[in-house]
């Protein structure tokens, strides 16, 4: 199966959990961000779940997985402990949904990559099934690169993007003065705004 990497904004798209347990639980988790549109179905929960449910006020079906419940989704993710019903599950999902099977990767047609986050900065890994320990121990290599004031840098970055688009007017200059400040990182907040009142007060070329 050949899979292209995507970032994909959820905020409208009904997601269904099916399944209650610790997988459901790391899936879930990493649903969050979209908690308003998530639905559970599962007859019973782990106690991380419930947590989890009672502070993001999740809604949970509280009954086996069915058909009727995917009719609407968007995003199915089957990750119920029976792998009869998971089987099941993704033989009979619409066509129109995003699937990710927790049991068989292959099955779905969505999968969810181990994932580094600081602010606006995101870096998503992936081996295609073929070994979620490599992918974790990329992960940590990738981890120990990145110093932590780089969540800061990255919002300068995207500051610095809107100041010289809207005061440069020539494109070579623009990717002159951003290539700049990659290449030579400015950290010190108060450097930082210094480029960006210098950008400002530029004349427009």
């Known amino acids: 199966m050949c899979l292209i990497p ?13 399944g209650g347990g610790t997988v459901a639980a790391r899936k879930l988790q990493k649903l969050l961000p979209f908690h308003h549109n998530i639905t559970i179905v ?65 099955v779905g047609n969505l999968q969810f990559p181990i ?13 295609g099934g073929a070994s979620p320990i490599l992918a974790q121990k990329i992960k940590q290599t990738i981890e120990e690169q990145i110093p932590d004031s780089y969540e800061q840098y990255i919002d300068f970055l995207y ?17 002159e003065l951003l290539q700049t400040i990659v290449d030579e990182p400015i950290f010190s907040t108060r450097a930082q705004q210094d480029w960006l009142d210098h950008v400002a007060q530029m004349k427009s070329m």
């Open 115 to 127: 994932t580094i986050n600081k602010g606006r900065l995101q870096v998503a890994i992936s081996t």
């Open 159 to 175: 500051q610095a993007r809107i100041t010289v688009r809207t005061h440069i007017a020539s494109a070579q200059k623009r990717q």
């Open 6 to 18: 995507l970032f994909v904004n959820l905020h409208h798209k009904k997601i269904v959990l099916a």
């Open 42 to 106: 599962s007859p019973e929960i782990s106690s991380i779940i419930q947590n989890l449910i009672d502070q993001y006020q999740i809604q949970w079906i509280k009954a086996r997985c069915q058909l009727s419940h995917m009719t609407e989704a968007d995003v199915i993710i089957i990750a119920t402990n029976d792998p009869a019903t998971n089987q099941y599950l993704a033989e009979h999902a619409p066509e129109k949904a995003w699937v990710n099977a927790s049991h068989q990767a292959h």
